[in-house]
Antibody, heavy 122, light 108 residues
Framework: EVQLVQSGAEVKKPGDSLRISCKAS????????IGWVRQVPGKGLQWMGI????????RYSPSHQGQVTISVDRSISTAYLQWTSLRASDTAIYYC???????????????WGPGSLVTVSS | SYDLTQPPSVSVSPGQTASITCSGD??????VYWYQQKPGQAPLLVMY???ERPSGIPERFSGSDSGTTVTMTISGVQADDEADYYC???????????FGGGTRLTVL
């Protein structure tokens, strides 16, 4: 059974750094893309980016390129989303999702984690 | 920038058919996916590659495409289908993934 277990809720101040995690199980971690989707409470979904654990190829949405870093630790089947300097506008729920990319493109999330709420407030 | 357009809301009575559209200029050349999201829950994939249903998704859910508009249809709508539905696709390059704004399905 595919499972994605995400780290818990975080409360941070503007300017803080943060790394949230997503531990995968039930499948060969290095053979599927895994990525992150953002949702401000009450708003829509925003795709942030994905990484292929097999070779660490990473794709970011244009709006998130340079704002966050997506990484993996293959030894523990875990993906990460990292900020170096949080802003209040980063307050959102962050979902990790296993992705499939048919033909190399047109990627989609077939299994999703429960989400991690990040609150950034002074 | 490229956008996917969905109606903000659709309302139907139980047993009727709900159609939710997703429009975008690149859709004739890109695949579309649909997710269902209920309050407090993560999104759930309900349609992939335009018309395919994942295991466990009822046959009531179906997909079709017509040029720049793709439609997900829910036949015989049930109260449990009440949720937000998001389409997802990519821009013309296939590399940049994006979601539509979402459609709230209300079962009257």
């Amino acid at each position: 059974e595919v499972q994605l277990v995400q780290s818990g809720a975080e409360v941070k101040k503007p300017g803080d750094s943060l790394r949230i995690s997503c531990k995968a199980s039930g499948y060969l971690f290095h053979t599927y893309w895994i990525g992150w989707v953002r949702q401000v409470p009450g708003k829509g979904l925003q795709w942030m980016g994905i990484i292929y654990p097999g070779d660490s190829e990473t794709r970011y949405s244009p709006s998130h390129q340079g704002q966050v870093t997506i990484s993996v630790d293959r030894s523990i089947s875990t993906a990460y989303l990292q900020w170096t300097s949080l802003r209040a506008s980063d307050t959102a729920i962050y979902y990790c999702a296993r992705h499939i990319c048919p033909y190399g493109d047109d990627c989609y999330g077939d299994y999703w984690g429960p989400g991690s709420l990040v609150t950034v407030s002074s | 920038s490229y956008d996917l357009t969905q109606p903000p809301s659709v309302s139907v009575s139980p047993g009727q058919t709900a159609s939710i559209t997703c429009s975008g200029d690149a859709l004739p050349r890109r695949l579309v996916y649909w997710y269902q999201q209920k309050p407090g829950q993560a999104p759930l994939l309900v349609m992939y590659k335009d018309t395919e249903r994942p295991s466990g998704i009822p046959e009531r859910f179906s997909g079709s495409d017509s040029g720049t508009t793709v439609t997900m249809t829910i036949s015989g709508v049930q109260a449990d289908d009440e949720a937000d539905y998001y389409c997802q696709s990519s821009d013309i390059s296939g590399k940049n993934v994006l979601f539509g704004g979402g459609t709230r399905l209300t079962v009257l």
